[in-house]
């Protein structure tokens, strides 16, 4: 699970796809074409993995396979952002809220079969792991409750066990010696994003089957709870995720 090399390219050498990504965009909302189906269309033209822009690093593509959309939306809203709603750019941006609901066969015609895929890797192995880590979480506090065991020290390293089977700092290092990354006290959203990949390919490799699939479904419905009381109607994907995947 070694972590693929991305070559970032510079915001001041932008390869060809991405130059003629970012002026479709802003052609087709000036033309009157909805700005979010417009967004979509660039993201699938869009090829850089990585890039380094106005002095940020931006990491599109996890491990050459798990494709962070809303952080590329983040990316093109900013060119384009005098042309777009506020409340309906914030929401999405903040709050992963699309201002219109598109089947699964809209997005991928949008988008592209190959990064429609590369977002299911995504929002299964970054936000439905993530959601697993909350969801067990959860289960942890409310077992010491009832117990009348009001300390939360080793909260998440207990989390962590359960799930994974080890407590969360040893895989952590493990990831970033891996990753060939430093091991310091401190991360980066950047790193704790590709760091929850790596962590449900690890889950999908080292646990048994009947648990993977147990685990996926405990984080979907969690994620859907949150859903329902953010009062989001729809994801990216479209899809039914009441079928775990993994």
């Not at 959601?131 to 909260?155: C, F, P, Q, T, W």
């Not at 089957?209 to 479904?217: F, N």
Request: hydrophobic share 40%; glycine share 6%.
């Amino acid at each position: 699970m070694t972590r693929t090399a991305e070559q970032a390219t510079s915001s001041k050498s932008l390869l060809t796809s991405d130059a003629e990504a970012i002026r479709h965009l802003e052609q087709e909302i000036a033309g009157g074409r909805h700005w979010y189906v417009a967004l979509l269309e660039a993201m699938g033209m869009w090829s850089s993995a990585a890039e380094d822009h106005h002095g940020r690093k931006y990491r599109y593509l996890i491990a050459g396979e798990a494709f962070d959309w809303l952080l590329l939306a983040e990316r093109l809203c900013e060119v384009v952002d005098s042309l777009l709603p506020v409340d309906e750019k914030e929401a999405l941006l903040f709050y992963a809220r699309p201002p219109m609901k598109l089947s699964a066969g809209e997005v991928k015609s949008l988008i592209g079969q190959s990064k429609y895929r590369q977002y299911l890797n995504y929002f299964y192995g970054v936000t439905v792991e993530q959601a697993l880590i909350m969801a067990v979480e959860e289960e942890v506090h409310k077992e010491r409750r009832v117990s009348g065991y009001n300390n939360d020290v080793d909260v998440s390293n207990e989390t962590y066990r359960r799930i994974y089977g080890e407590a969360r700092q040893a895989l952590l290092k493990r990831f970033r010696k891996e990753a060939g990354y430093p091991q310091l006290r401190s991360t980066t959203l950047a790193e704790m994003k590709e760091f929850s990949y790596w962590l449900f390919k690890y889950r999908i490799e080292q646990c048994e089957p009947a648990k993977v699939a147990s685990d996926t479904r405990k984080a979907l419905d969690y994620l859907k709870g949150q859903w329902t009381r953010q009062g989001v109607f729809s994801v990216l994907a479209a899809e039914d995720i009441s079928a775990a995947r993994p």
